[in-house]
């Protein structure tokens, strides 16, 4: 079996070849396709440096026939915001071109598509059913709700057996902040616990909905491997998720890193990460995806251990 991962050097990317190699059905050859080189190394995976708008490039990638893909090359929500034409153009031009690649294969690719709740905004109930219509507030949240339409055509079609993973926001992640609007719901968490000072932007009763990097690769694997013909017309799954509130969040900090942990965050606001973030749902009714044995963390307490058990093994 060959898999794809565009996006296969980044954060979940990275993560997710490490976890395909050890999967029940493991893999003859996985193809990272990235601007950078893929950190994970093994000898069944070839690390192609490229884009995703070059039809070469994705050519070299599928090669005679991948059989998985799975996309996650992307421009984040802060940059798309800020770039408008290079967030739609790698958002939304590369993945039809990428959809365009799988097609010319004729064997139907299984497509995995990591999209992500900023396809929602405006006025929404507490809990986000699976029939809310997608109305993002934002470019990036555009790129993936487009990115959603066409998995689910090309899925139609046949061209693809596509299949939409919507991610919930992913805390804690390690490393550096990134270009994210969301990248405080991993900074007021990591920073802190590194001794590092930390700013909150939202208001503390912000909801959000999350969930922790190991879940998440589990939910993506799981995603390779299950029959799509449960599916049925509707291609996309509100991944699993918890919701908690900034202000929980902070709680947890406290009670697992002490004191002197909270007391590094700031609260600020900052309005170009509340008209993004504060627009994003804070639950959603994920029985669907449940019923097809997708998991979800079990509290936020247990992810910000999960985190400090692997900073002291580091
Ligand atoms: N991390 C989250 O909280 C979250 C939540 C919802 C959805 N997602 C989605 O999951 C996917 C992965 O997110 P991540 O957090 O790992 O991001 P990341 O930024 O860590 O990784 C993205 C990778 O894509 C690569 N890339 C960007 N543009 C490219 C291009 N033109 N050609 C080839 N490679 C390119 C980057 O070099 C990077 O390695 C994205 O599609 C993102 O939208 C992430």
């Not at 990275?14 to 976890?19: D, F, P, T, W």
């Not at 884009?51 to 090359?73: M, P, Q, T």
């Not at 079990?298 to 900073?311: G, W």
């Amino acid at each position: 079996m060959r898999i794809v991962v565009t996006g296969g050097a980044g954060f979940l990317g990275s993560r997710l070849i490490e976890a395909l190699l050890g999967a029940k059905t493991s893999p003859d050859s996985i193809v990272c396709l990235d601007r950078v080189e893929c950190p994970v190394k093994d000898a069944r995976i070839e690390s192609m440096i490229g884009s995703i708008d070059d039809e070469k490039a994705i050519a070299a990638a599928l090669g005679e026939g991948a059989d998985r893909v799975y996309h996650l090359a992307a421009v984040l929500s802060g940059q798309s915001e800020e770039e408008f034409d290079t967030g739609l153009h790698i958002n939304v031009d590369a993945t039809r071109l990428l959809l365009e690649g799988c097609r010319a294969l004729k064997t139907a690719p299984r497509f995995i598509y990591t999209s992500s709740l900023a396809v929602f905004g405006g006025p929404m109930p507490e809990v986000v059913p699976e029939t809310l219509a997608r109305l993002p507030q934002s470019s990036y949240g555009v790129g993936k709700a487009i990115g959603e339409l066409l998995v689910g055509e090309y899925s139609r079609k046949g061209f693809v057996d596509g299949m939409v993973c919507r991610l919930p926001t992913i805390t804690v992640r390690p490393g550096k902040p990134n270009s994210a609007a969301s990248s405080f719901v991993s900074g007021i968490i990591r920073e802190p616990m590194n001794g590092e000072e930390s700013a909150c932007p939202v208001p503390l009763d912000t909801r959000l909905w999350i969930s922790s990097p190991d879940i998440v690769i589990a939910n993506l694997v799981h995603a390779g491997e299950i029959d799509t013909g449960a599916l049925g017309l509707n291609r996309v799954l509100d991944m699993p998720g918890i919701t908690v509130t900034a202000g929980e969040m902070l709680l947890s900090l406290e009670k697992i890193g002490g004191r002197d942990a909270r007391d590094r965050v700031a609260l600020t606001n900052e309005q170009r990460i509340i008209d993004i973030v504060c627009s994003w749902p804070g639950a959603f009714d994920v029985s669907r995806a449940t019923s097809l044995g997708f998991v979800a963390d079990s509290d936020f307490d247990a992810i910000v251990r999960q985190y400090k058990a692997a900073l002291m093994a580091s």
